[in-house]
């Protein structure tokens, strides 16, 4: 391995429009994604690029909490700075100053996401490799000194982390066969909250042609009905085989909540994603045990592995969605994903990376922690910005080879500020 | 009334140097306090103050976000504004671009509280009275207009909080006694992390002398044996009968935490303060059960009123500390009130204004809504920037008669970036 220095930090606000209800649910109004994005210089030319999504208002702050967090990278040797990451990125998350701002929340949380990926990615280029097989050729050890386990420690040990890791070596060959066939992918895009219902039924029957198992409908309407009418209008074209799941973004109260999926359970989604407000553990957990067997899917707004911890041990959480552009990136990601292993929970991302960088960490979750190989989100609305496109055949996301996290954008289409 | 209209917004990035270890804890080395202020601008000379503290570095991105989330509060009558204040504040709380950096915490959270304590100086100042008056002459409904119940129904309704109002309405006259004797202080500033014991008993004794009847000491060393000898060091001074308040600063993993409330449970102290990580309801829910008759305090950061909500049902907290400069703003100090005497436990607030705009709250909690007058947190180390410092004579907030909050800083002392 030949010796890179970070010689360099800057930061770009990237900015996309997104057209005609593209992105909307019932909270966000979706005119506008953006990535604060961290770009680690070197001095052998190569660089490293970390992304975190916003919706556009606000990613320049992100921009800034990035320059003041990552300045003492600079000079840093890429190997030698990933040989102990879980005490470089605790050392960031707890800046004293910053840590007021949070802690591990918000504007900064993001910001360490994109500065975590970005050393991620400098070091899979350094080495050459995708980042699934730079995580896939690390021993246990190696991984677990990536991570941090501070105030984990009553529910996920680094001893446990590195038995689970252990434990699943020697079967790691049966589940490999994964990196030929693709890791599936569910379509997101079907139901945008502001699509009318004409193209909704368009949408589902081309992601249905298209190869697609599992199709999401945004809900939460003022009008409970309207998302009813949706959903059902969803099953009719899916068939009562199909996997549909309902996403209400937080929209509903706990008694909205209850009444909805009450009117929705007819339908048999495969889960309701956000009922209602994300730091809510008892609001979930009410919810959880009255609406059996619906299953609540959450996690996009969790900003941490505390709360994510306390969503588990409450029971108020079925499927875990952390998202390295939420949590601090790769390494929280990884940690979040073995507690969810630890409790025997899937792990289904958001991809606030559009799937670019999830493609890669769920093929190491599956092969290196035997998490079953679910579905991953796919949402292609920033496809055309991406260097290397995540590309899905056949509703299955085809595993990627260059090196690095496959969040590169193109220069020339990203609209900075 | 007269009609004053909001022409412009202004901030600025306020910073103090404190000097020689004040400020300092278990986890922030306390080199710096920091106000993110925002100034309302009128059509009649006069100016609306509102601030919110932070640790320095990092303030200019909750000025930046106070930009962005105040600008429609342009051209509008303050007197209409805050006729319908809980609608609003709800509104920009969810400002859709906003929502995805947090959802209500963070920067953006932060911003908010800057901005709506600005709305209430502003209005009392219009009014011509100090925001006790102003709260006390509103009514029931009033108050009640002025707040966000959203994802709180299921433990707070509208109702319940106008019927707190109306249900202590006839004895207010028994309460209003606060008014002339003032509020009492407790003394923080007695043992900073980083003093030397000789200094902790010097001032434990000069604060004695001056007639605080309560003081704190901060612990959370990495060497537990330094927390327990100053403790002891603080009870032998103050003796047995003296109230001592212990503050961890979120130090403590779980399991630290239950070994050093064991080892300081001897000495007595009045309560334990944030004893691990902030967003750890079920580690605090554990502890409490654990440590009994030992209480806890928590709540300087839980950023809204979803989290408290959930410590209150786990049981894991014992004392509220909310603050109006992390909550957003006056108004939501008010519900978490609110929310505090439904379920029988004391407010106690964390004074991330130096007391200032907490003062007036207080008198408002006790004689509005039969809170006990326990004490507050006294922290002088900034009182030469303000027009108009908090008055503590012998251990007791003296009854502020300025209009307003007394948040208005003296533009020549401070070192705005």
């Known amino acids: 391995m030949q010796n890179i220095t970070i010689t360099g930090i800057q930061t770009k606000d990237a900015r996309f429009p997104l057209e005609d209800g593209a992105g909307s649910d019932a909270v966000h109004s979706g005119a506008e994604y953006a990535f604060a994005v961290t770009q680690l210089q070197t001095d052998k030319g190569i660089q490293g690029t970390g992304i975190c999504l916003t919706l556009g208002t606000g990613n320049q702050l992100v921009c800034e909490a990035i320059e003041y967090l990552s300045a003492h990278l600079r000079d840093l040797d890429i190997e030698e700075l990933m040989s102990n990451f879980g005490v470089v990125s605790r050392s960031m998350a707890d800046e004293p100053g910053m840590r007021w701002l949070g802690p591990h929340k918000g504007v900064v949380h993001l910001a360490l996401a994109s500065i975590v990926n970005a050393c991620f990615d400098l070091w899979a280029k350094a080495r050459q490799v995708p980042l699934w097989r730079l995580l896939l050729d690390l021993t246990p050890e190696q991984l677990v000194d990536l991570l941090d386990f501070h105030y984990l420690e009553d529910h996920l040990t680094r001893e446990e982390a590195l038995a689970i890791f252990r434990d699943h070596l020697a079967t790691r060959a049966r589940r490999e066969g994964v990196l030929r066939t693709g890791y599936p992918g569910y379509d997101t895009s079907v139901g945008w909250f502001q699509y009318e219902d004409e193209r909704i039924r368009e949408n589902a029957k081309k992601a249905l042609d298209s190869g697609f198992q599992a199709i999401k409908l945004k809900v939460g309407s003022k009008d409970g009905e309207r998302d009813v009418r949706r959903a059902n209008l969803l099953r009719e074209i899916v068939g009562s085989q199909g996997t549909i799941m309902l996403d209400a973004n937080q929209q509903w109260t706990l008694a909205e909540a209850r009444k909805m999926c009450a009117a929705l359970a007819p339908m048999n989604p495969y889960w309701v994603e956000e009922p209602t407000h994300p730091d809510d553990i008892q609001a979930h957990r009410e919810l959880a045990r009255e609406i059996v067997p619906m299953r609540i899917a959450l996690g996009e707004h969790v900003p941490n592995l505390v709360l994510f911890k306390n969503f588990i041990e409450a029971k108020a959480v079925h499927f875990m969605q952390p998202d390295c552009t939420r949590l601090a990136g790769v390494s929280e990601f990884i940690t979040a994903s073995l507690l969810a292993r630890k409790y ?62 496959s969040s590169d954008l193109r220069e020339a289409t990203a609209g900075g500020r």
Chains 1, 2 share one sequence.
């Open 344 to 405: 025997g929970l899937p792990v289904v991302p958001h991809v606030g990376d559009m799937g670019q960088i999830h493609q890669h960490l769920v093929l190491f979750n599956h092969i290196a922690m035997g998490h079953e190989a679910l579905f991953l989100e796919h949402i292609p609305h920033l496809r055309k910005h991406f260097c290397h496109p995540a590309t899905v055949s056949n509703g299955v996301y085809q595993t990627p080879q260059e090196p690095g996290l």
